[in-house]
Structures are given as structure tokens and as C-alpha cells.
């Protein structure tokens, strides 16, 4: 099985910066893409960012400019550096993993969310 881990959520202020890292374990072939999405309370679960495993990114409009997408692969890592915070970035961060099994299933494995709140 493979799953996903995401640490880094917590508290800050209008203007502050957080990083959100994730980690992928498991066995595993490949991890074609990875990503981090968001959800609020009584809304779906939106996009942030993701990036392949070419390195090629694809941001929301809201985190464009603010959030840096990075990626590690030889850890099977994930970061999001989020700078210049708004309240209304305020959500729950969740990270998922897309890939393949080693007998060639594929997997979307998503983490069980990390709390990001921002005060204004």
C-alpha cells in the first residue's frame, strides 16, 4: 500500500508564511504527480497546486505569486511554501499522490489533511 503524510499546518497571521511538507511511502513504481488541494467546511475539496514528475507545475489563480510548489523526488517528498497568508487561505491542506503499483495498478492516495489557519 502506499500511503501519504502531510505535516507543517499550524497558526499564522495575515501576511506570514507557512510550509506544508509531504511525504509518500510504500511500494511503489512511480509517482506520476503529486499535489496539494484544500477544503473548507461545507465546500468541496479545490486545487492549490500539483506538479508532475517532470517538474512541470499548475497553481489555482489564488495561489499564484504566494505559494511555491517543490518537489523531491529522490524522497518522495512534496513541499508548499506558502507566503503572504490571507485569512482567507484558511482551510484544511490535503496532499495526494498519483502513480502506479508495481504490477501496474494505479494509485490516488490522498493524506489525511493538515490544519491551516490564518488570522487577521
Known amino acids: 500500500q502506499v500511503h501519504t503524510a502531510e505535516s507543517g499546518g499550524g497558526l499564522a497571521q495575515a501576511g506570514g508564511s507557512l510550509t506544508l511538507s509531504c511525504t509518500v511511502s510504500?511500494?511503489?513504481?512511480?509517482?506520476?504527480?503529486m499535489g496539494w488541494y484544500r477544503q473548507t467546511p461545507g465546500n468541496q475539496r479545490s486545487l492549490v497546486a500539483t506538479?508532475?514528475?517532470?517538474?512541470?507545475?499548475n497553481y489555482a489563480d489564488s495561489a499564484k505569486g504566494r505559494f511555491t510548489l517543490s518537489r523531491e523526488n529522490t524522497r518522495n517528498a512534496l513541499y508548499l511554501q506558502m507566503n503572504n497568508l490571507k485569512p482567507e487561505d484558511t482551510a484544511v491542506y490535503y496532499c495526494?499522490?498519483?502513480?502506479?503499483?508495481?504490477?501496474?495498478?494505479?494509485?490516488?492516495?490522498w493524506g489525511q489533511g493538515t490544519q491551516v489557519t490564518v488570522s487577521s
Open positions: 495526494v499522490a498519483i502513480g502506479y503499483y508495481p504490477l501496474g495498478g494505479p494509485f490516488d492516495v
Open positions: 506538479i508532475t514528475s517532470g517538474g512541470s507545475t
Open positions: 510504500g511500494t511503489m513504481s512511480s509517482i506520476n504527480a
